[in-house]
Nanobody
Framework: VQLQAFGGGLVQAGASLRLSCAAS????????MGWFRQAPGKEREFVATISSSGGTIRYADSVKGRFTISRDNGMNTVYLQMNGLKPEDTAVYYC????????????????WGQGTLVTVSS
């Protein structure tokens, strides 16, 4: 499956953005999906994940209450709604898929999309 993330940009602190991850080549309905991010000079880290049915969702503590992950299996797309953005949210955001289980770690992902850059100015 090929994943393509888009929707990043430059925003001011407090603003909102919605990232999308469009899949092609195969339906994502059987995959758990996740969002990760990598800030400059830092390791890639987990942000949010959603099970194949959408019934199980997990967030990193740093984004809980501000970010919302969702999916539309009919559209073969996963979303990350980001509200109340902070400068520390600045990073390249990646979507990922996992065949079995939730993608909670970088090592646990089977497929990756290219990233989309989110820059939050103070």
């Amino acid at each position: 499956v090929q994943l393509q993330a888009f929707g990043g940009g430059l925003v001011q602190a407090g603003a909102s953005l919605r990232l999308s991850c469009a899949a092609s080549g195969r339906t994502i309905s059987r995959y758990a999906m996740g969002w990760f991010r990598q800030a400059p000079g830092k390791e890639r880290e987990f942000v949010a994940t959603i099970s194949s049915s959408g019934g199980t969702i997990r967030y990193a503590d740093s984004v809980k209450g501000r970010f919302t992950i969702s999916r539309d299996n009919g559209m073969n797309t996963v979303y990350l709604q980001m509200n109340g953005l902070k400068p520390e949210d600045t990073a390249v955001y990646y979507c990922a898929a996992r065949i079995l289980g939730l993608p909670l770690s970088v090592e646990g992902c089977d497929y990756w999309g290219q990233g989309t850059l989110v820059t939050v100015s103070s």
